[in-house]
């Protein structure tokens, strides 16, 4: 079993930054293929970003790439999204995820279904 929280959401100016972490439980979490995902209201749940499980693999969606980056450490179980020139439609519930490996290279780790296991999420508002 594998348990995610999520910290560091808040309110930001637009063209700040914010960083977020994802604590993971477990002694599996070098094992783990760690995504983001974010919901904002009266919309679906979207891809943000991925990241392999040394670290060495990440891919984006292509509305937070060269803006946002995806960091793990699997020392301490984390992993980190570093987002910078926000925008307000960055705006959003942000969720971290996790799956174990697979073949699946991470440029195809871009669903919802395909992750196992989720935290609460925390809120990211971006004002104007």
């Known amino acids: 079993q594998v348990q995610l929280a999520e910290s560091g959401g808040g309110l930001v100016q637009a063209g700040g930054s914010l960083r977020l972490s994802c604590a993971a439980s477990g002694r599996t979490f070098a094992s783990l293929l760690m995504g983001w995902f974010r919901q904002a209201p009266g919309k679906e749940r979207e891809f943000v970003g991925v990241?392999?499980?040394?670290?060495?693999?990440?891919y984006y969606a292509d509305s937070v790439k060269g803006r946002f980056t995806i960091s793990r450490d699997n020392a301490k179980n984390t992993v980190t999204l570093q987002m910078n020139s926000l925008k307000p439609e960055d705006t959003a519930v942000y969720y971290c995820?996790?799956?174990?490996?697979?073949?699946?290279?991470?440029?195809?780790?871009?669903?919802?279904?395909?992750?196992?296991?989720w935290g609460q999420g925390t809120q990211v508002t971006v004002s104007s």
């Open positions: 995820a996790a799956t174990f490996l697979s073949i699946t290279p991470v440029q195809a780790m871009t669903s919802r279904a395909q992750y196992n296991y």
């Open positions: 990241i392999g499980s040394r670290g060495g693999s990440t």
